[in-house]
């Protein structure tokens, strides 16, 4: 069974629309870690965020911003206006401590976003 | 900060020949990954190492896969012999342990393989 799903493969929107990029995950432990990471056309993955299961509040950074909801098993990330440089792959991750306590992140399958001029 | 460097960038070989991965984690770091990442199957952890350790090998696809860790500096990722399937991109990472960092691991900019 998947522990992290990104039901989005692709979006699509036009330069300045908001977005929003959903995770879902699954994990019986009380402490895990959420994170999300960028991967743009060059390749690279770049870590953005990361959330631990004990702070629920929402974070804002610039146009981005991420929504953890314990209570729906939800981490989404909202990107407000935006540009052409945030096309890209998104990933969402997990890292529990039930594997002997090693919080070794499991990656979600990634939503393509591409944003239109 | 040097961030987790991997060579080589690029690399198009033959089946059948051997193919070495080469990574150095960030300085200080205790743990190592490899992951793959492939149209097919997405990110795929292959093994990780703890204090140049290997840990967790389960993801391994075969035994023509081997990776090494011969001190914290330095990691290799072998393929012998290589097949056209292996083509994908190969991810070195690694993080520090704790709840500072939060367990972040930080990658690599991937070693892209093809195999003709």
């Known amino acids: 069974a998947q522990k992290v799903t990104q039901a989005q493969t692709e979006i699509s929107v036009v330069e300045k629309e908001d977005v929003t990029l959903d995770c879902v995950y699954e994990?019986?432990?009380?402490?895990?870690?959420l994170f999300w990471y960028k991967q743009p056309p060059s390749g690279e993955l770049v870590f953005l965020i990361r959330?631990?299961?004990?702070?629920?509040q929402n974070e804002i950074s610039g146009r981005y911003s991420w929504n953890f909801q314990k209570s729906t098993s939800s981490f989404n990330f909202t990107i407000t206006a935006s540009q052409v440089v945030d096309s890209a792959v998104y990933f969402c991750?997990?890292?529990?401590?039930?594997?002997?306590?090693?919080?070794?992140?499991?990656f979600g399958r990634g939503t393509s976003l591409i944003v239109h001029p | 900060d040097a961030g987790v460097i991997q060579s080589p960038r690029h690399e198009v070989t033959e089946m059948g020949q051997e193919v070495t991965l080469r990574c150095k984690p960030i300085?200080?770091?205790?743990?190592l990954f490899w992951y793959r990442q492939t149209m097919m199957r997405g990110l795929e952890l292959l093994i990780y190492?703890?204090?140049?350790?290997?840990?967790?090998d389960s993801g391994m696809p075969e035994d023509r896969f081997s990776a090494k860790m011969p001190n914290a500096s330095f990691s290799t990722l072998k393929i012998q012999p290589s097949e056209p399937r292996d083509s994908a991109v190969y991810f070195c990472?690694?993080?520090?342990?704790?709840?500072?960092?939060?367990?972040?691991?930080?990658f690599g900019e991937g070693s892209w393989l093809t195999v003709v």
């Open positions: 959330r631990n299961s004990f702070d629920e």
């Open positions: 300085s200080g770091h205790d743990y």
């Open positions: 990472a690694s993080r520090t342990r704790g709840v500072r960092s939060g367990n972040t691991i930080y």
């Open positions: 190492f703890n204090n140049n350790v290997p840990i967790d």
């Open positions: 991750a997990l890292s529990e401590g039930a594997s002997g306590g090693s919080y070794i992140p499991t």
């Open positions: 994990t019986r432990d009380t402490t895990y870690y």
